[in-house]
């Protein structure tokens, strides 16, 4: 029977950001329910594949019979997003343009705002279906969108229109996704990305991943597949590619339920199938144990991010963290004794930070050699969708040119704002060597054992030259009775000069590193840290703590 579907072009945009290209597997899950339902799918990543805008509109263009354009993206693709558009129609384009991710999810207006036709909110492999479905009828009329769900459109009067969105109860039930961009992903030295679960139980301030768990009737915020479902993607996984090392994008890998049983029983598949596998996670601090780290690590466990975020309890609170002081430093220890790399996730600062907090934080920070961080100077952004985000909207703390990546807040402490102007200024003078230095181990690639100790071994500098700088400032600016600005910065300045040989000297060593294990880093700055409105040091509140 023939085939009269049109095609459905999915679209990765150019990402400006610090972080390195890996695969869409959001979009590869997208295009395998499409085709499920026999519509063919073309999949561009301009991302991985290095594409400019106008190279991304040329390929676009060069697709017959497109039933519509669907762009995957965070809110910083917005201007992204609005030029493919204003290319695309004078062209001669004129076809539906719809958009998803978290960005869309929480921004839906900004995206109607720039061209995009319809925003799919929250998951979905269901919502691009019944779009599909919709748009392939050829008595399609804009009103008929009240059907799909998770839609916002525009109105005819120029009003904005919504419909709840929905997800997938049953991990199990989606197709495996599409993994059309895998060549050049692993070309590129990345591991495969896999996804175990979705979702996470916590409820921190700061983040996103609640809010859009929530946003369907179904209140359920962490889901997972089954490990029999994990296994047959690994092990189709090795036979279509020989891949044996993973990226799981979980949000939170371990959750109640996972435990040392299922780790176990995890592990005795993997082995039944002959797999031998190495794998890189995100967890909590709260939910480890010495047998549980010891038992993924026989599994193939070799790195994981932790949410330590801060080493104060009184701040662990106020972020509404479900881990305690204890919890973290015996999590950092555990995974030190059995050598799982650490990539520990900060947030120095928000707006009630206190003195004693920072340094209490630089305190704990002394005792350990083995977590990489992305960098001393970090604060709590205000995404919207957030709780963090809605406590400082209702109490005012908001600035009105808030960035829209971050949304800018005064800091209650004076002190704590001259302590963070200067660590800001610090981290923005090396933060480009930095990330390239952290790069390998923050966003893992498939390298042996021993790459990966030569990269920590020229990273670790860069981690006590943070914390020798931090300690100075504390010093500096304790031993006068009025914490001054100028005089900060003008040490911080000066120790800027004196340690650009370092930077320079980890960057040529890092250079070669990726000459020597092939290695391509094309990351950008990071946009977080070049944002107009820096904060100076000063607060707008009439009573400080």
């Not at 060549?183 to 896999?194: D, V």
Request: net charge neutral.
């Amino acid at each position: 029977m023939e085939n009269n579907k049109k095609t459905v072009v999915l679209v990765t945009p150019p990402s400006h950001t610090h972080r390195t290209a890996e695969e869409n597997l959001g979009i590869g899950y997208l295009a395998s329910s499409l085709r499920a339902k026999g519509f063919p799918v073309v999949i561009i990543d301009a991302w991985l594949y290095n594409y400019p805008i106008n190279i991304l509109v040329e390929k676009i263009l060069t697709i017959k019979n497109i039933l519509f354009v669907g762009i995957s993206c965070y809110r910083s693709s917005l201007d992204d997003v609005g030029n493919v558009i204003k290319q695309l129609r004078p062209l001669g384009y004129n076809g539906v343009v719809t958009v998803g991710g978290f960005g869309p999810t929480f921004h839906d207006s900004d995206f109607l705002s720039v061209g995009v036709d319809v925003v799919l909110k929250g998951e979905a492999e269901d919502s691009i279906v019944e779009l599909a479905n919709l748009l392939n009828n050829r008595n399609y009329q804009k009103n008929n969108l009240s059907k799909i769900s998770g839609a916002s459109w525009l109105g005819q009067a120029g009003q904005i229109n919504r419909t709840n969105p929905i997800k997938a109860d049953h991990l199990d039930s989606l197709f495996f996704p599409a993994r059309d961009t895998m060549a050049m992903n692993l070309q590129m030295k990345n591991p495969a990305h896999l996804v175990t679960s979705r979702g996470c139980t916590s409820n921190c301030l700061f983040c996103s991943i609640i809010s859009f768990e929530r946003l369907t009737k179904n209140r359920v915020t962490w889901r997972q597949r089954s490990i029999g479902n994990i296994i047959e993607e690994i092990k189709y996984l090795f036979n279509e590619y020989g891949i044996s090392t993973f990226k799981i994008v979980d949000d939170s890998f371990i959750e109640e339920g996972r435990d040392v049983v299922w780790t176990e029983t995890f592990l005795n598949e993997l082995r039944k199938n002959n797999l031998k596998i190495r794998f890189r996670t995100q967890v909590k601090a709260n939910v480890l144990t010495s047998e549980l780290v010891v038992c993924l690590k026989e599994a193939g466990w070799f790195s994981t991010s932790v949410g330590i975020e801060n080493f104060a309890e009184t701040a662990l609170r106020r972020m509404n963290k479900s881990s305690s002081l204890e919890q973290n430093l015996n999590a950092l220890a555990m995974l030190e004794e059995n050598g799982i790399y650490v990539v520990m996730n900060l947030i120095l600062f928000d707006h009630s930070t206190t003195w004693s907090e920072l340094k209490e934080n630089l305190f704990y920070l002394n005792k350990f050699s083995w977590p990489v961080i992305k960098g001393l100077f970090t604060e709590m952004y205000a995404a919207e969708g957030t709780a963090y985000s809605r406590l400082l909207k209702k109490r005012g703390e908001l600035l009105p040119n808030s960035n829209f990546m971050n949304r800018q807040y005064n800091l209650v402490n004076h002190d704590v704002g001259v302590i963070y102007t200067c660590l800001k200024k610090w981290h923005k003078s090396h933060s480009a060597v930095y990330d390239h230095a952290i790069n390998v181990i923050a966003a893992p690639k498939n390298l042996p054992d021993y790459g990966y100790q030569k990269y920590f071994r020229v990273y670790r500098p860069l981690y006590d030259l943070d914390l020798q700088f931090f300690a100075k400032l504390i010093s500096l600016l304790e031993q006068s009775a009025h914490k001054q600005l100028p005089q900060a910065l003008e040490f911080t300045n000066n120790f800027i000069t004196n340690t650009k040989q370092i930077f320079a000297t980890v960057e040529g060593e890092v250079t070669d590193l990726d000459l020597d294990f092939g290695i391509s880093y094309q990351a950008e700055s990071n946009p977080f840290l070049h944002i107009p409105g820096d904060r100076n040091g000063k607060s707008h509140r009439k009573n400080t703590s």
